[in-house]
């Protein structure tokens, strides 16, 4: 009988402790206003043709979205600086939005660097869209469906191959997109599995050309 | 150990399970965590998830427990005169604990 408020103090502990440690981290990140029509961040995916993208969406205050981040950047990107890897970060106001609560407020700006901290990979670009239409953009673009009805688009996490181009208003159809959304729950949608969808990276990275050295670089433009 | 105690302590931590995994269950479904907890709190909040079904049974298992207490058979003196104790009070908190939990798990489970 004691094990379980033995099991919860130990539990709040950890995340009283956890939320203290937060002041620690270092380094704030920086991001870029997104539009509408998601304009800097098809440049920018369009300019890495012939990189592998990650394209990550979530809500900066949403925990389930920020243990995502975490997770990837644990089993992905902190142990890489790979130019030939580039990911894509959208951040959008979702939580509060449509139930809001007085005193609780929805995701702003200031919260993107905090969140932004979670990756530790010089190659991560952030937005922030404060409309949230990038949400909607993006379940269109990408067939976000369960059944008849269209799911917004966020804490969903995709993978694009080298040849992958941004042509038509939204984003091209990814390799392969998780989701930790419970209303994708039974749809061809993974949960996001972030060791998995690491291994689906380094295979694809495996198979693209090795970036010259810094050497051959620096004689290439010293000869 | 009184029945008193008994009935209380099993309650007691029924409600406090209840809490955890409204806690848990209601992370993701309204903007309080990062404010209350910080970034690093929230993931380690998220990464707990997990324990909201074990919490929830947990506290069904203690209810059971405080139920048992608060109406077994009393015991019977030899004589048969004893003055037992009403119980009458005990049942009002083990059914309010109810009450309670019920209305936690339906948020966790809802959020979750």
């Not at chain 1, 950047?73 to 894509?88: G, H």
């Not at chain 1, 929805?106 to 190659?123: I, R, T």
Request: with cysteine; net charge positive; glycine share 8%.
């Amino acid at each position: 009988m004691r094990i379980f408020p033995a099991a919860l103090t130990a539990a709040c502990l950890l995340v009283l402790t956890s939320g203290c440690a937060a002041g620690a981290a270092s380094g704030a990140a920086t991001y870029t206003d997104l539009d509408d029509q998601a304009s800097q961040l098809r440049a920018d995916f369009n300019r890495e043709i012939g990189s592998v993208r990650l394209l990550f969406v979530v809500d900066p205050i949403c925990p389930t979205c920020l243990r995502g981040l975490a997770d990837m950047n644990r089993d992905l990107l902190r142990s890489t600086a790979d130019p030939r890897l580039q990911v894509f970060v959208v951040y959008e106001p979702v939580l509060g939005v449509v139930y809001h609560i007085p005193g609780l407020q929805p995701a702003a700006a200031k919260d993107v660097p905090k969140a932004g901290q979670l990756l530790q990979n010089p190659n991560v670009h952030n937005y922030w869209n404060p409309t949230g239409a990038f949400g909607r953009l993006l379940s269109k673009a990408v067939g976000l469906r369960n059944g008849n009805h269209q799911v917004y688009a966020w804490d969903v996490w995709l993978i694009y191959g080298p040849e992958a181009e941004w042509i038509g208003a939204g984003p091209p159809r990814p390799l392969l997109l998780m989701r930790q959304l419970s209303e994708l729950r039974g749809t061809q949608f993974p949960q996001l599995d972030s060791r998995a969808f690491a291994r689906q990276v380094r295979t694809l990275l495996a198979q693209l050309p090795h970036p010259p050295s810094s050497a051959a670089l620096a004689n290439h433009a010293h000869p | 150990m009184t029945e008193k105690v008994r009935v209380l302590g099993t309650a007691g931590g029924a409600l406090g399970l209840g809490v955890f995994a409204a806690t848990i269950g209601a992370c993701c479904a309204f903007p309080w965590a990062v404010a209350l907890l910080g970034v690093s709190g929230a993931v380690a909040l998220a990464r707990l998830s997990f324990l909201l079904p074990y919490s929830l049974l947990g506290a069904a298992i203690l209810l059971a427990g405080a139920f048992w207490w608060a109406y077994r058979p009393p015991a019977v003196c030899a004589d048969g005169t004893c003055n037992a104790v009403s119980r009458r009070p005990l049942r009002v908190i083990v059914w309010a604990a109810t009450a309670l939990v019920a209305g936690m798990a339906t948020i966790a489970l809802t959020s979750w």
